[in-house]
């Protein structure tokens, strides 16, 4: 399952915000979680504008938080940055983009909040 930015944020700092169900699959063993270094990027540059505030620094943030939450990061590759040319333009976040193009390439499902995924008919998973 390949989570998107914020529902990986959500899982520590608001759970509540995620369904019953989410909450369970993400504590499920038997489902993998992958982060994608699209994400990890994302919250970068959020965190340098002021626009995330963590409670550590960055890089101890991702870092600590990947290991304690066993989570598999997900390098992008170039297949997945060609494919973003290939997607119709139902959503124009450049990291949702290269969320859904990673999850049809990795035949991943896609754990994410935002409904106009689910446009690209990529496995989503409501949050």
Known sequence: MLLDTQCWLWMRAAPQRLSARTRRLLIDPANELLLSAASVWELAIKAALGKARLPEPFGEFVTSRLAEDGIVPLPIQHIHAMRVAELP??????????????AQIEALSLLTADRQLEAYGVAVIRA
């Open 89 to 102: 333009a139902h959503h124009r976040d450049p990291f949702d983009r290269l969320l859904v193009a990673q």
